[in-house]
């Protein structure tokens, strides 16, 4: 984004949103986000210093949660776009394939399906 100053300056500047899952008291979760303004050619790790959040800071140090842009994951010393989506991503709380096969089996227990019981 390109702004016009008083002066005749063109600074140039670019819009992040910086997205992330949070857990209220009651445990349940929701998808939060933040945008900010930084300078053209900002880094990953700019945009999250400019986001101010110590608990996500400590998580991202701690190693518990890391980065992507657009679902592909990324470093800290990545340049940023105009219009860059940034995503905290947390754990995976289960694996996917044995979740994927638990449902299986119930879906299969419930018709009846016996072709493809463990023996």
């Given amino acids: 984004m390109n702004d016009q100053s008083d002066s005749g300056v063109v600074s140039q500047t670019m819009r992040i949103e910086i997205v992330w899952i949070e857990r209220d008291a009651d445990g349940r979760s929701g998808a939060a986000s933040h945008r900010v303004e930084l300078p053209t050619g900002a880094t990953v790790s700019a945009a999250l210093s400019a986001l101010a959040r110590n608990d996500l800071a ?6 518990m949660l890391s980065v992507a842009i657009f679902g592909e994951h990324t470093t800290p010393d990545t340049v940023l776009h105009d219009g860059d989506r940034i995503e905290l991503l947390g754990p995976l709380l289960a694996d996917p394939k044995a979740s994927r096969a638990r449902r299986a089996e119930v879906q299969r227990r419930r018709r009846g399906d016996v072709r493809w019981q463990r023996r």
């Fill in 58 to 63: 400590d998580h991202l140090a701690a190693g």
